[in-house]
């Protein structure tokens, strides 16, 4: 079984400039997640979604980042403008949507260095 | 709301030796927790789940853990390290009734001497 496929692997852009992130999930799996890991940190997860619908985007800051899945299978992540804050690895993750105890199956992750 | 506090951001041990990963949750339902480990420059690896089929959970490479729903805890043990066990560990939160909403702990970072 193919497993959750991320591009970029990495980026390096300057601050103030736009980037975008591509997450192709798992066959089947209705429920995608990006999370954002900084350094020394757990993931914080941006958003999640399900099929096409937004479960969660609490953490998500609105007025820079923006996210998609259209026709509920690939998504992308995107970020204008970029600060210097916002190096880390971008995670995507995607499970299966029904049912408790569904673990989530992760990406390799996209690391973004913003300088 | 749900949380999880990994109380050791740091865990060294020598090789053979027991490991211990602490894990505290607070969920306000009866959550799902994982543990997962994340090598250098690879992906997060699922090691193991609670299914509330049993208390005592086994996963790969050895691995077990304890869901003690008194303390609230689901730390992570292995009777004798290996090398290669040297990662960064996160315990993981899920409550149902978020939507499968997955809330990951600080990490610990395990260093595995020889």
């Known amino acids: 079984e193919a497993g959750v496929a991320q591009s970029p692997r990495y980026k390096i852009i300057e601050k103030r400039q736009s980037v975008a992130f591509w997450c192709n999930p798992i066959s089947g799996h209705a429920t995608l997640y990006w999370y954002q890991q900084i350094l020394g940190q757990g993931p914080k997860l941006l958003i999640q979604f399900q099929n096409n619908g937004v479960v969660d985007d609490s953490q998500l800051p609105k007025d820079r980042f923006s996210a998609e899945r259209l026709k509920g299978v690939d998504s992308t992540l995107k970020i204008q403008p970029a600060k210097l804050e916002d190096s880390a690895v971008y995670l995507c993750?995607?499970?299966?949507?029904?049912?408790?105890?569904?673990?989530?199956?992760f990406g390799q992750g996209t690391r973004l260095t913003v300088v | 709301a749900q949380s999880v506090t990994q109380l050791d951001s740091h865990v060294s041990v020598s090789e053979g030796t027991p490991v211990l990963l602490r894990c505290n949750y607070s969920?306000?339902?009866?959550?799902?927790l994982f543990w997962y480990v994340q090598h250098p420059n690879k992906g997060l690896q699922l090691l193991l789940k609670?299914?509330?089929?049993?208390?005592l959970v086994k996963g790969i490479n050895g691995f077990e853990a304890e869901f003690k729903k008194s303390e609230t805890s689901f730390h992570l043990t292995k009777p004798s390290a290996h090398m290669s066990d040297a990662a960064e560990y996160f315990c993981v939160v899920s409550d149902n009734n978020a939507g499968n909403m997955l809330t990951f702990g600080g990490g610990t970072r395990l260093m595995v001497k020889p």
């Open positions: 969920s306000s339902y009866s959550p799902s």
């Open positions: 993750a995607s499970s299966l949507a029904t049912g408790r105890h569904t673990e989530a199956f």
């Open positions: 609670y299914t509330s089929a049993a208390t």
